[in-house]
Structure formats: structure tokens, C-alpha cells
């Protein structure tokens, strides 16, 4: 299994990012995939999720309105559109699969061995 993040960059506070997730070693349609985000001297926290069909999303209360989650399962990738982005926004992204929806990061780390490297995201002012 390998989970590779990219898209990450610097942007100034209302500015935007693309994260992509290209996965690889499993049958990518058949899991939910959730970004997670690792903010500096924090833990990690899903902050997007959508089913394995890509028909419903979810989102933290601190991304809603802002970030969009999608995914294209021909190309076995995930998305990440972030908006408005903020400097609490900043942190190290990586995407992660599910068998299905989980609550907690427990649950999630408990079906993911590879994170990868992520793809760090820094907003200043």
C-alpha cells in the first residue's frame, strides 16, 4: 500500500492549494479515504472524508465552507481543494484510507501502516 501526497506549498491567509493523492497497492474504489492534518506540536486530526463512490463528504467544523474533498477512482487519487486558507490551516497533510467511516484517529491509524512523507502546508500573513 503507498499513499502519495503532493500540492502541498507557502501561501499567503486567503489563498489556495490543490492536494492530490495518488494510492497505489490496493483497490482504491473500495475504501473511504480521509485527509489528515498534523498541525506543528499537535496531533493529528481528519479534517476531510469521502465514501468510497465519492457521492458523500464530510468535514471538520474548522475546514467546512472552505476545503472540498474529492476523488477519482479511475486515477485511484484523492483531492483536496483548500480555500480561504488560514494560518491554522498550516501543517503537514497526508491522506489516509478506511474500510469505511471512523470516528477517531485511532481508528483511522489502526487501517494505515504507510503514511508517506505528507506534503507540508504553510500559510502565513
Known amino acids: 500500500v503507498q499513499l502519495q501526497a503532493s500540492g502541498g506549498g507557502s501561501v499567503q491567509v486567503g489563498g489556495s492549494l490543490r492536494l492530490s493523492c495518488v494510492a497505489s497497492g490496493f483497490t482504491f474504489s473500495s475504501y473511504w479515504m480521509y485527509w489528515v492534518r498534523q498541525a506543528p506540536g499537535k496531533d493529528p486530526e481528519w479534517v476531510a472524508v469521502?465514501?468510497?463512490?465519492?457521492?458523500?463528504?464530510w468535514y471538520q467544523d474548522s475546514v467546512e465552507g472552505r476545503f472540498t474533498i474529492s476523488r477519482d477512482n479511475a486515477k485511484s487519487t484523492v483531492y483536496l481543494d483548500m480555500n480561504d486558507l488560514k494560518p491554522e490551516d498550516t501543517g503537514v497533510y497526508y491522506c489516509a484510507r478506511a474500510t469505511g467511516p471512523k470516528r477517531t484517529m485511532s481508528e483511522i491509524r489502526a487501517e494505515n501502516d504507510n503514511w508517506g512523507q505528507g506534503t507540508k502546508v504553510t500559510v502565513s500573513r
Open positions: 469521502i465514501n468510497s463512490y465519492g457521492m458523500s463528504t
